[in-house]
């Protein structure tokens, strides 16, 4: 591993009044997460979810996630160590925990004694200039079109005037057009995050879909990273 990995990896401790608000507010938004677990020498990762949880009853409780072709709930173990990760104001946090009970589709886990923040975000997000209005369009009928509020290669977040029925995790397709581009760019997300704005939008946020996987999906990554450069270029830090 080499230096600048290792630089790139480290990671800061929550003091425990910020760890136990960040925890807090993952379940009073219901964020989606990742619940990891090594099986047979591998790293098995599944989508979650918080549902509910305390500090005070040192417990937390995340819906209990489904096998790999998505038919069957995942069989967890009392006893057994996991790992959940979830992304929060573009940062991602993680931690790990013992699995107390699985009961009723949720798995309880025991609240964490750390919770960790990866030192820097995953990607960096920038903003389009703000002379530009770019619209994204989503080809799901239940997650309206919206106003691409950043960008960066690993995802995206737009403003929606009305709220999204699409599910936490659900995949999807969107397509914006920018000056860059010739024609609109499609390409598949997930949507991680949604949240409720005061003055009665609602801000989604996306990730991308399997962009490192073939030969196309990194063109689109670097596509995505002339697009976001420019982005910068054009807001410049102060």
Not at 114 to 126: G, I, L, P
Not at 170 to 188: M, R
Request: proline letters at 4%.
């Amino acid at each position: 591993m080499t230096a600048i990995h290792r630089q790139r990896n480290r990671t800061d401790r929550q003091d425990d009044a910020a760890h136990a608000e960040v925890l807090a507010l993952a379940v009073r938004e219901g964020r989606s997460a990742i619940l990891s677990r090594r099986l047979d020498g591998q790293t098995d990762c599944n989508d979650t979810g918080f549902v509910s949880g305390s500090a005070d009853r040192q417990q937390l409780i995340l819906s209990l996630p489904r096998d790999a072709d998505l038919q069957n709930p995942l069989t967890l173990i009392a006893g057994e160590i996991v790992c959940v990760s979830f992304r929060r104001n573009r940062r991602k946090y993680f931690f790990a925990s013992v699995v107390e009970e699985v009961d009723d589709g949720n798995v309880a886990v025991r609240w964490p004694d750390v919770v960790s923040r990866m030192q820097r975000r995953v990607h960096e997000r920038v903003t389009p200039p703000s002379a530009e209005r770019i619209t994204v369009s989503l080809g799901d009928s239940n997650c309206p079109d919206g106003v691409l509020e950043d960008l960066s290669v690993g995802g995206f977040r737009v403003r929606a005037s009305a709220p999204s029925r699409l599910a936490n995790g659900a995949l999807t397709t969107c397509l914006f057009g920018h000056p860059d581009s010739a024609g609109a760019l499609e390409l598949n997300a997930r949507l991680r995050h949604v949240q409720h704005c005061d003055d009665g939008t609602h801000s989604l946020g996306f990730e991308f879909a399997d962009l490192n996987a073939t030969a196309e999906g990194r063109c689109r990554m670097a596509h995505l990273a002339a697009i976001a450069a420019r982005f910068r270029q054009s807001n410049p830090t102060p």
